[in-house]
């Protein structure tokens, strides 16, 4: 089945700064890839997705990248905020599991902190 | 609009107990999951559905059962309670993307 990692575990960075997030995924079937924030107590909002057949989405200052043949995609934060602080998940969605059924994979998610 | 609302929020089990986790969504999409979330952990896929009447196994359906008999609720069923249910559950709904939209979870505890 499908296998999503994701690093670094926990990120810390200065106002203002970049902020990057990076996932590898093992399944060549996988064709979504979405992000997540999870704020404290809160359940994951979807931030920004990509699908299969591009290499790059923007959405403000956050952007996301694929891979494909790599089979590796990113999560790009710019000009970051205290209240961009939170745990970021990545996944991947892979259609048809070989039992038939559709499973969208989680990372282990990556703890970012913005320093004031 | 509500989006998905689960309740309780919060709930200490003893072993063997059973309840059900509650899930209802107001945006009328047809497909709907239920995560739990480990801590230091992604979230795994217990069960979900693409309809109402529909449901089918996720990554870990083991102790659980559901039920959709309305497009809105999607309970979640603990039959005999065990300490490795001890976990976050998220409840989501989406129509047309994926996981769009998560419930702001339910912390159970079973002791």
């Known amino acids: 089945g499908e296998n999503v990692e994701q690093h670094p575990s926990t990120l810390s960075v200065q106002e203002g700064d970049s902020a990057v997030i990076k996932c590898t995924y093992s399944?060549?079937?996988?064709?979504?890839f979405p992000w997540y924030k999870q704020e404290l107590g809160k359940g994951p909002q979807l931030i920004i997705d990509?699908?299969?057949?591009?290499g790059e989405k923007k959405d403000q200052r956050i952007a996301v990248t694929l891979n494909k043949t790599a089979k590796h995609f990113s999560l790009h934060i710019t000009e970051t905020q205290p209240e961009d602080s939170a745990v970021y998940f990545c996944?991947?969605?892979?259609?048809?599991?070989?039992?038939?059924?559709?499973?969208?994979?989680f990372g282990s998610g990556t703890r970012l902190q913005v320093q004031p | 609009n509500a989006g998905v609302t689960q309740t309780p929020k919060f709930r200490i089990l003893k072993i063997g107990q059973s309840m059900t986790l509650q899930c209802t969504q107001d945006?009328?999409?047809?497909?709907m999951y239920w995560y739990r979330q480990d801590p230091g952990m992604g979230l795994k896929l217990i069960y979900y559905?693409?309809?109402?009447?529909?449901?089918d196994k996720g990554e870990v359906p083991n102790g659980y059962n559901v039920s959709r008999s309305t497009t809105e609720d999607f309970p979640l069923r603990l039959e005999l309670a065990a300490p490795s249910q001890t976990s976050v559950y998220f409840c989501?709904?989406?129509?047309?993307?994926?996981?769009?939209?998560f419930g702001q979870g339910t912390r159970l505890t079973v002791v």
């Open positions: 989501a709904s989406s129509y047309d993307r994926p996981e769009a939209f």
């Open positions: 399944d060549s079937a996988s064709n979504y």
């Open positions: 990509i699908r299969s057949n591009v």
């Open positions: 996944a991947a969605l892979n259609p048809f599991m070989d039992t038939g059924r559709r499973a969208l994979t």
């Open positions: 945006m009328n999409h047809n497909y």
């Open positions: 559905s693409v309809g109402a009447g529909i449901t």
